[in-house]
């Protein structure tokens, strides 16, 4: 498997971005009733992304398994918990063909082997409140709850979790 730090001048990559995000939403809408993603993130948000956080896809023989991304910038949910030590995971999607194999979990090795060589002691992350499987998951790879957020449209839980 190889993680690809995806660049702005990559469509090919871009678009397996976007479709393992559009995907992940229809699935999510699909199985769980969850809305949260019912409205695909845009190539042109990717693109945004790109210039300023670190947007990854893992490949594994020419297949796009999954992407996040992840940034040292404060989460609009953790405004009063700055933290310089500290990063932040979003757009976290594994491909639905292929979940519960693992690729979610080592997603997050990835990220917490990659951050702590850079200095960093925390992982953060908000997580739509009625997504209980991604709950479940973050909890079992070692995220704990800090609390909670209103959005204009749902709640989120904001998660971290300690290297």
């Not at 190539?43 to 790109?50: F, R």
């Not at 991304?69 to 995971?89: G, H, W």
């Not at 979940?99 to 925390?122: P, R």
Request: aromatic share 14%; net charge neutral; charged share 25%.
């Amino acid at each position: 498997m190889n993680y690809i730090k995806v660049n702005i001048y990559d469509d090919k990559l871009i678009d397996a971005v976007y479709d393992i995000l559009k995907n992940s939403g229809q699935y999510m809408l699909r199985e769980f009733n969850l809305h949260h993603w019912e409205y695909a993130y845009s190539i042109d948000n990717i693109k945004k992304d790109i210039k300023t956080k670190n947007v990854y896809i893992l490949e594994d023989n020419g297949e796009y398994l999954a992407t996040f991304m992840y940034t040292t910038d404060t989460s609009i949910f953790f405004l009063e918990l700055q933290d310089s030590k500290a990063v932040y995971i979003s757009k976290f999607a594994v491909n639905p063909t292929i979940t519960n194999k693992g690729i979610g979990t080592n997603c997050l090795e990835f990220v917490e082997k990659t951050v702590a060589g850079e200095g960093k002691n925390k992982i953060r992350l908000d997580v739509y409140a009625q997504s209980l499987q991604a709950i479940n998951f973050y909890h079992k790879n070692g995220f704990t709850d800090v609390y909670k957020r209103s959005t204009s449209r749902f709640e989120v839980i904001c998660m971290e979790k300690k290297l």
